[in-house]
Every structure is written in C-alpha cells, then in structure tokens.
C-alpha cells in the first residue's frame, strides 16, 4: 500500500508549485490586485490541503502495516486491519482518479444545464429525472448545488434547468456527462403501455472567474427581464426580478431567477454567461488543434453518449468507454462515479497514444 501511495501522488511536484505560489506573495505589488492575490491564496491552500491530506493517508497505511506486524494468532484485530485497508483502498482511488483532473478548469465548481429533447411530456419528464439523478450524486459527494433557473413542464417534468455545483473538482468530474442521454421505458404517461424512447441534453460549463473569462462588451449583450416563476413564494411574482442575458454575436443566453433580487439575478447570470462563452472559446481552440493535426472535429457536440434501458432489460451503457451496468435503479439515484471514472480514464488512454 505504502508503495503504491508513494507512486501516485508527486509529492516534489506539488512542493515545487507552492514554492512557486509563494514567491509570487513576496512580490512587490502582489496585494493591489486583491482578486488575483486572493485567487493566489486560495491555489496556495489547495495545494497545501492536497499535501496534508495525502500524508494522512501515508500515515494511516503504515499505521496498519505496523499492526499487522503484531496482529499474528488475533482474529479480531486481523478482521479490523482488513477493514481499514479496504477503507483505504476506496479512498485510495478515488484520490487517483481526482490526479486525472489536469484540465485548466478541472478544479472549479460547474454549471450543469438540462433540456429535453422532441417528445414533449415523456422527454420533459425524463429532464427532471436527470436533475434528481444529478442532485443525488452532488449530495453523495457533498457538493453545494443551487438551482439558478428553472422552467418546469405544463404536465410534467422539466422544460429545462440549470444547477451550479460548488465544490473542488466539480467540473473535472461532471465534464463527463455533457452530451445527449437517451431513455427507452415504458411510458407512465401513455395509456397503452408501450415503450416510448426520450432524450435530453446535459451541458457543462465551469465557473469562471471573472478575471480569467474572456470579456465581453456590454453592448453584445441584451437584457431582458421578467417576472420568476417556480419556487420562492408571492414575493418571485410580483416583480420582474428573473433575468435573461443573451450574447448577441453567439446567440448564447444565460438566465437566473434564483434570487430575490434583480440586482443579484444579474449577477449570477453574467457569471453563467461569461462561462458559456469562454467554454465556446474553448472548443473552438480545441477544434482548431484538432484540425491542424488532421483529426476529425464532429461538428455536433450534442451526441449521444449514454443509453438507460428500463424495459424490456435493465441496462445503462456509456457509448463513449463501453461501461456498462444492469443496475439502473442505482444510477439512478446518482451512482455515477462508476461511468466517470471510465470515461476520464478512456480519454487519458486516448490521450497517452498520441
């Protein structure tokens, strides 16, 4: 176990780039851009929390080397060090998948966006399914999740939703799920009881700092208002506090109606639409290396990537890494790590063939 630790985590790596964290707080000036500085700060203990953290774990596994040195003819204690390396072994992976996070914004928090796809109420409902199915993971995995904008469904479900999920690595782990989910059931919605297959569309964007997105002139955007519906009392509908940005050279819109506050709603949806555009810059640059080194570039970024068969046979497949699992009740309660894991550890072999 100690070996293995040992190999995963660069402890001189990390230490290198604190150092080089710290050397710019001495600098002189380092306070007059106090965001920049507090960004500084925040990577600084990061990194710092990363050291401990995997110390911890060092310590913890030489601690059960060390009994197992004495536990020879004792049952009980052999069945106790059993479970703490199982306990490690967990944790252990979880830790190397997060060392997969190498992406520039791997580390942020993550604005999620879910609409159905055509089907109308069977499609609607299946959104809202992946909302609960996505709110169950975040909770599992401790993350803060806000509902910033949400239009529901006349019958049922969801017209669309977007969720921002606050915690480290949250992008680096939901990136894994942009792209078109499809459903095959049979219909709670159709009197015949026959199967009906739905699609919905998950896209995720990183939260972007302000000072790292790429600008954008104010006269790009237009800004409507409107008064919020949904959740949060009379309050929400006597006003037209909701807000809707849309980017006028990209057509891309970005709305909040979360807050009670037009002011605050303005906020949070410039932050979702400074995200969305810097993520389109992304692609585009990704596209264009993509090009010069003669790849092929899908001009459809809303491919399917994974299938949920509920009838006649329980299934769920990811298209993209083959994963694939009979429990689907589980999944869909937001046991997803499982697909994550497969489809960052596909793109890193993808990654090491070139």
Not at 214 to 223: N, T
Not at 239 to 247: F, G
Request: aromatic letters at 6%; charged letters at 30%; glycine letters at 8%.
């Amino acid at each position: 176990m100690c070996e293995r630790l040992g190999g995963v985590f660069d402890h001189s790596s990390v230490d290198a780039q604190i150092a080089a964290l710290e050397e710019e707080t001495s600098k002189p000036g380092f306070w007059d851009d106090r965001r920049a500085a507090g960004m500084v700060m925040k990577r600084i203990h990061t990194k710092r929390g990363e050291m401990e953290s995997w110390a911890e774990l060092e310590s913890d596994s030489q601690d059960l080397l060390e009994l197992a040195e004495i536990a020879v003819g004792d049952a009980e204690m052999l069945n106790g060090i059993e479970v703490g390396i199982s306990t490690l072994e967990t944790e252990l992976e979880r830790r190397q998948m997060e060392l997969m996070f190498s992406g520039e914004y791997d580390e942020s928090g993550a604005i999620m966006s879910i609409a159905p796809g055509a089907g109308g109420t069977e499609s609607q409902d299946w959104a809202e399914m992946l909302q609960r199915m996505y709110s169950r993971w975040g909770e599992a995995r401790k993350y803060q999740a806000e509902i910033l904008d949400l239009s529901p469904g006349e019958e049922a479900g969801i017209k669309s939703v977007t969720i921002k999920f606050d915690g480290r690595n949250a992008y680096g782990y939901l990136k894994a799920e942009a792209g078109v989910h499809r459903l095959v059931r049979i219909s709670p919605f159709d009197s015949g009881n026959r199967r009906h297959t739905s699609f919905a569309r998950v896209e995720i964007v990183p939260v972007i700092e302000d000072d790292v997105a790429v600008e954008i002139p104010s006269e790009d955007v237009r800004i409507d208002t409107f008064r919020a519906g949904g959740a949060g009392g009379q309050h929400v509908n006597k006003t037209d506090s909701a807000v809707r940005l849309t980017h006028i050279p990209t057509g891309i819109t970005a709305s909040c109606q979360s807050q009670r506050s037009q002011i605050k709603n303005r906020e949070v949806a410039w932050t979702i639409l400074r995200s969305r555009v810097t993520e389109l810059r992304m692609r585009e640059k990704e596209e264009e290396r993509s090009r010069l080194r003669g790849e092929h570039v899908k001009a459809d970024f809303g491919n399917q990537i994974r299938s949920y068969v509920l009838h006649p046979y329980k299934s769920v497949k990811d298209l993209r890494s083959g994963f694939e699992t009979s429990d689907t009740d589980s999944v869909l309660d937001g046991n997803l790590d499982a697909f994550i894991e497969a489809y960052l550890r596909s793109k890193l072999a993808v990654s090491d063939d070139r």
